[in-house]
């Protein structure tokens, strides 16, 4: 297993809607491995493969980071397919690190996808399980949580992020 390397806000890739992925092979088994890892040292609560530089819809959720290994959602091509009820909470990404922002998401989501074995699961989530399922899955159409913050604080936090990278960078 590798530890990946995660892109931050600006790389064109997470803008991008990810494509399907016709073909469960070792490859897939593979990229989702490595993802597992590098969500766990990084440490987050879920990765998209985008995240990861492969623009393909394929994501990994765990939020016990770990701890538990029946916690750990590994889907392929998943999609949100009912929610219900909102709610709001602080959430923060692995790629805009150090921001973190309230914002509304479903309090419940039913997702279905494909295990590694290529068979259709359906996930029911609720509270932060369905808020971290809706984060990844808004990785794979090209979203970032702070695409769902108002005009004005989004424009706020790019400005904060390119200061920071100016001062990185000198």
Same mark, same amino acid.
């Given at each position: 297993?590798?530890?990946?390397?995660?892109?931050?806000?600006?790389?064109?890739?997470?803008?991008?809607?990810?494509?399907?992925?016709?073909?469960?092979?070792?490859?897939?088994?593979?990229?989702?491995?490595?993802?597992?890892?590098?969500?766990?040292?990084?440490?987050?609560?879920?990765?998209?493969?985008?995240?990861?530089?492969?623009?393909?819809?394929?994501?990994?959720?765990?939020?016990?980071?770990? =701890?538990?290994? $029946?916690? *750990?959602?590994?889907?392929?091509?998943? %999609? &949100?397919?009912?929610?219900? /009820? #909102?709610?709001?909470?602080?959430?923060?990404?692995?790629?805009?690190?150090?921001?973190?922002?309230?914002?509304?998401?479903?309090?419940?989501?039913?997702?279905?996808?494909?295990?590694?074995?290529?068979?259709?699961?359906?996930? =029911?989530?609720? $509270?932060? *399980?369905?808020?971290?399922?809706?984060? %990844? &899955?808004?990785?794979?159409? /090209? #979203?970032?949580?702070?695409?769902?913050?108002?005009?004005?604080?989004?424009?706020?936090?790019?400005?904060?992020?390119?200061?920071?990278?100016?001062?990185?960078?000198?």
């Amino acid at each position: 297993m590798a530890v990946l390397k995660i892109l931050k806000v600006g790389h064109p890739l997470l803008g991008q809607k990810a494509r399907p992925v016709e073909n469960i092979n070792q490859e897939i088994v593979d990229l989702a491995r490595d993802m597992v890892e590098t969500m766990y040292r990084a440490p987050g609560v879920g990765l998209a493969a985008p995240q990861v530089n492969q623009g393909i819809r394929l994501i990994t959720v765990d939020l016990s980071v770990g =701890e538990n290994k $029946d916690e *750990l959602f590994i889907l392929v091509n998943p %999609e &949100i397919v009912e929610e219900s /009820g #909102k709610i709001t909470a602080e959430e923060g990404c692995l790629s805009v690190p150090g921001i973190y922002e309230k914002l509304e998401r479903p309090e419940r989501v039913v997702v279905k996808g494909y295990d590694l074995n290529g068979r259709e699961i359906a996930i =029911e989530a609720r $509270d932060l *399980l369905a808020r971290a399922f809706a984060h %990844e &899955i808004d990785h794979l159409e /090209g #979203k970032l949580f702070i695409d769902r913050l108002s005009p004005l604080k989004k424009s706020l936090i790019k400005n904060r992020i390119k200061k920071e990278q100016e001062k990185v960078s000198t």
